[in-house]
């Protein structure tokens, strides 16, 4: 179990690290450049954070990893980790390969629970079909939004959503108090 | 009127008529849809009953004049017409007799359980009974039936039945939902102590046979199997009544095998739940294969159900229906959508708040060694995993707390994560454009009045965690962790103070849903939206807001 303290000060460390490797690579960078490379090193920490126990972590820096330039950056601020980068990358390819037998059995399941709607009577079945296709609907928006989701089932699904939910809150915590500490100095 | 040319038919049509009228009650029913009937009958008519039309929906020709003849034969009070139509109803239907047998000699013992179950049972009750005894009974009044030949040749099957199995015969006939009301009646046939049982659930079930047949069907089993159940908890007398219920295509099996067969059936049922029966599992593996179709597996299920709702401890039947319904979401959505609505309850929430009753099915209930059975069991597991993860989502997610039903969760799910995922965005283009060379002078920082002046006893309290615990950062690291914890915790002290302690639960896991809930109820809420209320502003000035405070 990890305290929250623990995880947000975990995450500023490595935040910083990432800082510090992207500010001493370029001279000068535009304010979205450095908003992407303040972004990526928070994604990157924060998914360190949780040393590839979860799905999305390592989908994350997988994704990360992908391209050339910020894999120095993923490999700084995970260490002598890397070799975990070449699992993950293996990871993500895997799960392209379930994903997509995922999809095709999605598809027909869809495809008889469409065939079993249409011979009930329409009254009853209408909303409890109308509900799982809302479900469907929405977890389907949910794998998109969480990175690596596409390859997970449900149970699965929502247990990575929970870890995420804490992670994006300790990082927007920690992102937030910087912003204004950052912001008192400057106008200091 | 026709009632000269009828009397022969009197008696076998009065069963039909019968059981198409007492849908309503013992209110004179008899013409629903039946144009022919004169004006004496106007009385019986009754068009309030849904019962009454949807039953003679199939079978309204038949009543038509039927109903009129047969007040007239019989005496004025409806009790006593229907008695001697029960009666006949009765006769035929138990003896076994073929189509066009009007069954009076048996009419003396059929009268007593027919009148018990008259005072006890509701209208719909009697229709039901009469109903089969009238269908198989005639032919010319089956001719107005949709399903003449098959039902025909049913009833002559049936009949060789104790009169219990009118249930299977009616519902693979895809007869309209009126003989739903048939395997009620059949119910009631069993015996007297059951009707009572039977009339409450029928009533139930009886609302929702207008859905569709196969749903009354099955909503019907399932109150004359539960009401079989609660009757009798031997197995004797289980294995007859469900010897009734049993799959429909078990039909010729039962003639030969017939209660043998539908014993194990049940006593299969039964035996999964907790061995009230014999658990005869060869019986019901030779039943199985005769039972083909997916209908006659739903009805096997909601039966399954019934029974073990039962063992749970007697549960309303309409709520185990529900249930049952629910469970078998997966194989069966018709049925669960239609036995939901039997109960009572709305079919949409029963679908969309799968939190709640998830939560009674603890159990597992044994199937047969099918694979849909196996498949139904993961299937319920992972529902109730699911919901369980949903639970810790809502004390995570704010707002969520009063929310049920899977649907809305994700909802709000997902417009949280999209929300923290904006927030990270706004807040690192923010620091982008604070910093324009990406060092976060941590020592500048530190240096200046914030630490000074926000210095407390928590932030000094973590800046000593802090250094101890990375003495491998960068010097200059260090320093900005003391820097920004302190920030941190002067800035948003009591959302960090909070956080933390419900982080501590948190990160451990959903695996522990009371600290958890406990935890988060009372804090998480105002801390998310105090983080709410200090992001939503900034979020809400965008980029445009951000460059006028730069520049100032």
């Known amino acids: 179990m990890r305290s929250p303290g623990s995880l947000k000060q975990e995450f500023l460390k490595k935040w910083i690290m990432g800082f510090q490797r992207c500010s001493s690579s370029k001279k000068s960078m535009s304010v979205l450049d450095r908003k992407k490379a303040i972004k990526l090193s928070a994604d990157i920490a924060m998914a360190s954070a949780r040393k590839g126990t979860t799905c999305w972590s390592r989908a ?36 392209l390969v379930c994903s997509k037998r995922i999809r095709s059995k999605k598809i027909l399941k869809r495809s008889c629970g469409i065939r079993r709607t249409r011979k009930c009577a329409p009254q009853a079945a209408l909303a409890s079909s109308i509900a799982k296709r809302l479900v469907r609907k929405r977890t389907q928006v949910l794998k998109s939004l969480i990175p690596g989701g596409e390859f997970m089932n449900e149970v699965s699904l929502i247990e ?3 870890d995420y939910i804490i992670s994006l809150r300790a990082q927007v915590d920690v992102m937030r108090s910087l912003a204004i500490a950052s912001e008192l100095v400057n106008h200091n | 009127m026709d009632i000269g040319e009828k009397d022969k038919y009197e008696l076998e049509k009065r069963n039909e008529n019968h059981i198409n009228y007492q849908a309503p009650g013992m209110s004179p029913d008899w013409q629903f849809g039946g144009a022919n009937l004169t004006s004496t009958p106007m009385s019986l008519v009754s068009s309030d009953n849904p019962m009454a039309i949807g039953s003679s929906c199939a079978s309204a020709s038949v009543v038509d004049s039927f109903g009129t003849s047969l007040w007239e034969h019989t005496s004025n009070s409806q009790n006593l017409g229907f008695c001697d139509i029960n009666a006949q109803n009765g006769a035929s239907s138990s003896n076994g007799m073929g189509i066009g047998k009007g069954g009076n000699s048996l009419r003396s013992t059929i009268d007593r359980p027919f009148d018990m179950s008259w005072n006890a049972a509701s209208s719909m009750l009697r229709g039901g009974i009469f109903l089969p005894n009238a269908t198989g009974i005639l032919p010319q009044s089956l ?84 009401v079989e159940n609660r009757a009798t908890q031997e197995s004797p007398l289980k294995n007859e009544k469900k010897s009734e219920s049993l799959v429909p295509s078990n039909e010729e099996a039962k003639q030969g095998n017939g209660g043998s067969g539908n014993e194990s059936d049940e006593a299969e049922f ?67 959508t239609t036995i939901n609505k039997t109960t009572g309850k709305q079919g949409k929430q029963g679908s969309q708040a799968s939190d709640p009753p998830k939560e009674e099915y603890i159990h597992v209930r044994a199937r047969r060694g099918q694979a849909t059975n196996s498949h139904s069991l993961a299937e319920r597991v992972r529902r109730e995993k699911i919901s369980e993860r949903m639970k810790f989502l809502q004390d995570l997610v704010p707002g969520c707390s009063k929310v ?58 973590f800046s000593p965690d802090m250094s101890v615990g990375y003495p491998s950062l960068h010097p200059s690291q260090p320093g900005l962790v003391q820097a920004a914890l302190p920030v941190m915790g002067n800035t948003s002290d009591v959302i960090r103070r909070t956080l933390s302690s419900q982080f ?34 900034s979020d809400s000035q965008d980029v445009n807001g951000i460059t006028p405070f730069f520049m100032s």
């Open chain 2, 143 to 226: 001719s107005q039936l949709p399903a003449d030949s098959a039902f025909i040749d049913r009833a002559a099957r049936f009949s060789s039945f104790n009169g219990g199995n009118f249930s299977d015969m009616v519902n693979p006939f895809g007869i309209p939902e009126s003989m739903g009301l048939y395997t009620r009646g059949v119910g009631l046939m069993q015996g007297p102590q059951d009707i009572f049982a039977i009339s409450g659930m029928k009533s139930v079930s009886v609302v929702e046979s207008e859905k569709s047949k196969l749903n009354s069907t099955e909503a019907s089993k399932d109150a004359s199997l539960q």
């Open chain 1, 60 to 95: 994350l820096i997988a994704s990360a990893s992908k391209d050339g330039s910020d894999k120095h950056l993923v490999e700084q601020i995970l260490g002598p980790e890397s070799e975990r980068l070449i699992l993950m990358k293996k990871f993500s390819t895997g799960a």
């Open chain 2, 270 to 336: 039964s035996g999964g739940i907790g061995g009230q029966d014999e658990p005869s599992a060869l019986d019901d593996l030779s039943l199985e294969p005769s039972a083909k179709g997916l209908s006659s597996k739903k009805r096997k299920r909601s039966v399954q159900d019934a029974e073990v709702d039962q063992v749970k401890g007697g549960e309303p039947p309409v709520e185990a229906a529900k249930d049952n319904a629910e469970n078998q979401k997966k194989g069966d959505q018709n049925q669960t």
């Open chain 1, 160 to 162: 990575e959503t929970l």
């Open chain 2, 404 to 461: 049920t039903g899977k649907a809305v969760m994700l909802d709000e799910i997902i417009n949280y994560v999209q929300s923290l995922q904006r927030q990270v965005e706004f807040l690192s283009m923010k620091l982008a454009t604070v910093n324009p060379r990406l060092d976060f002078n941590i020592e500048g920082l530190l240096a200046k009045d914030i630490i000074q002046s926000r210095a407390g006893p928590s932030s000094l309290g």
């Open chain 2, 504 to 537: 501590t639960p948190m990160t451990g896991g959903y695996k522990e849903p009371n600290q958890l809930s406990n935890a988060w109820e009372d804090d998480l809420h105002n801390v998310v939206q105090m983080n709410y209320g200090a992001g939503a502003p």
